[in-house]
């Protein structure tokens, strides 16, 4: 069975006190039940936090990473400077990476190379903008970024990647898919999957939903038999709003 997972995206977020008491926070809330609890901070954060979380179960990511392992790339951060301070996961492929900063599928995909090599578990988030559904290209869009970020990754590796449905009109806006829509295009990934590498593979492969999660939708969207957590921005700056959707999942 697949173990589900809630993640928070912190983003550009939080001093370096409110994020060192945010992470305190979540580590005491975090219990030790059925569900994996990780918060991605930002770089500069990330040290404070993961002492922050030290005796928890609460895991540390990064909110991207670069796929050269060192060099002269400025304000560029690597795969082995995370995993040095102890990150577990990485997320790759934001739709504010791909939109507002400009990342491509063929970038993205060297990234999560450079992440799978260094033992980092990268998300990787698909989503479709609003004039994309209107359109009816929902599958599409998400097939074409699917294919484009996992090109030469291995069923093997597939083990360590994670997979985040984000709808880009649901993201920090209020507007939420509702459980059907996410389940539809959940269900339709791992037909993908499957397709792509084999049943085991779409069986074992976690999906998360991200755009708007809160308490009060948080129960409905996991109870979605494919969806398996959640990626979370505005309500994983609150302890006791990420606690309640970290308890609709167990
Ligand atoms: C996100 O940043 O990935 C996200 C889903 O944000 P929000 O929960 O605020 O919509």
């Known amino acids: 069975m697949r173990r589900p997972l ?4 912190w983003k550009m977020n939080l001093t370096r006190d409110e994020a060192v008491n945010l992470a305190r ?3 005491a809330a975090a219990g030790d039940g059925e569900v994996d609890v990780l918060v991605c901070p930002t770089f500069v954060h990330l040290e404070g936090v993961i002492s922050a979380v030290e005796g928890s179960k609460v895991a540390v990511g990064g909110q991207d990473v670069y796929f050269e392992s ?3 790339f400025t304000g560029e951060t690597s795969t082995a400077m995370l995993g040095d301070l102890g990150c577990q996961y990485v997320i790759l492929g934001h739709s504010e990476r791909r939109n507002v900063i400009g990342e491509s599928d063929k970038l993205i995909n060297q990234k999560l190379h450079a992440a799978l090599a260094a033992g980092l ?3 990787l988030c698909v989503g479709e903008l609003l004039e994309q559904r209107e359109a009816n290209e929902t599958m599409a869009v998400v097939k074409s970024q699917l294919d484009g970020s996992l090109e030469n990754v291995t069923a093997e590796q597939m083990a360590n ?3 985040a449905y984000e709808p880009v009109w649901a993201i920090g806006t209020g507007k939420t898919a509702s459980p059907e829509q996410a389940q ?4 339709d990934l791992r037909s993908l999957l499957a397709t792509r590498y084999n049943q085991e593979v779409s069986d074992g492969v976690r999906i998360l939903y991200g755009g708007s999660v809160k308490p009060a939708n948080a129960a409905d969207l996991m109870a979605c038999p494919d969806i398996d957590g959640a990626l979370v921005g505005g309500a994983a700056l609150k302890a ?3 606690a309640e959707i970290i308890a609709a999942a167990g």
């Open 184 to 187: 539809e295009v959940h269900a």
């Open 70 to 72: 060192n060099g002269a």
């Open 161 to 163: 990647v994670v997979i």
């Open 25 to 27: 926070g979540v580590g």
């Open 121 to 123: 578990k990268p998300i």
């Open 6 to 9: 809630i993640a928070g995206n």
């Open 240 to 242: 006791d709003s990420f």
